[in-house]
């Protein structure tokens, strides 16, 4: 490692986020002063010159190639030792990053999850917790231990987790690749717990395509393709 270059990376994908990226970006640099902030952005709007102008590195992906490659790009893009990821649409606790990060400096994990899931958020409908639950259910059975959310976008991973295996970047439901294929490799998963609020503005999700991808990445890693 160079001496120039940064331990931490915050990763984030972005399409369209004008009305949050200016926050998000403040609220990382108070939290973490010393991180690289990357964006990967297939915006439309003002979202990449925001972004650039608050200090962030921002790679183009235009047009939009969806969420999976867009992650992949951002995921092996990122310089250091640590790649913490989050949405750039102000939902999850920019204060957790460097908990995080140390959690992966430290050697005490390679994939940190921060599940919105303890319990069931007053903000989700009933239908949408306990598909996830019925899905973390099964992943916990099928890796012997306790999972509570797959689908999350708050994640810390050691970077060379990247040049070790390959994930499937298209498709929905990257997420649960990102967290299962490690553990199926016997990397350390360490869980922390983080409030849900749900996102202002509408998601881009299919929910039966995501349900059925969901299982698809569950059953891939566990057994084989
Ligand atoms: N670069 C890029 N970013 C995307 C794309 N689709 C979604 N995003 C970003 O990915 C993040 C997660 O998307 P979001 O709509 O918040 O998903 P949700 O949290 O599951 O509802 C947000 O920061 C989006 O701006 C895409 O095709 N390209
Ligand atoms: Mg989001």
Redesign the pocket.
């Known amino acids: 490692m160079s001496p120039s270059e940064p331990q931490i990376t915050v990763a ?6 004008e009305r949050a990226v200016g926050k998000v970006i403040a609220d990382i640099k108070a939290a973490a002063p010393q991180a690289h902030i990357l964006l ?3 915006s439309k709007d003002r979202t990449p010159e925001i972004a650039a102008a608050a200090g962030a590195e921002v790679l183009r ?1 235009f047009p ?4 999976g490659p ?1 992650m992949m790009r951002a995921l092996t893009s990122a310089p250091g030792q640590v790649v913490v990821t989050l ?3 102000d ?1 999850y606790p920019t204060d957790r990053i460097m908990q995080m990060a140390d959690y992966v400096l430290s050697g005490q994990a390679d994939v940190v999850d921060a599940s919105r899931l303890e319990k069931k958020p007053a903000s989700m409908p009933w239908i949408n917790y306990l598909a996830n639950w019925g899905f973390a259910w099964l992943a916990s059975v099928l890796f012997l231990r306790r999972i509570t959310d797959l ?1 999350s ?1 708050m994640r810390a991973y050691r970077t060379s987790l990247f040049d070790e295996m390959a994930f499937e970047a298209n498709g929905s439901a990257l997420p649960v690749e990102l967290l299962l294929k490690p553990m199926a490799h016997g990397k350390k998963l360490q869980t922390i717990f983080i409030p849900y609020d749900e ?1 202002t503005g509408e ?3 299919d929910p039966l395509k995501s349900a059925w991808w969901t299982l698809k990445r569950i059953l891939k890693v566990r057994f084989g393709s």
């Open positions: 984030m994908i972005s399409m369209n986020e990967v952005d297939s992906q939009p190639k969806g969420y867009a949405d750039c649409d939902t689908h976008g996102r998601s881009t999700l």
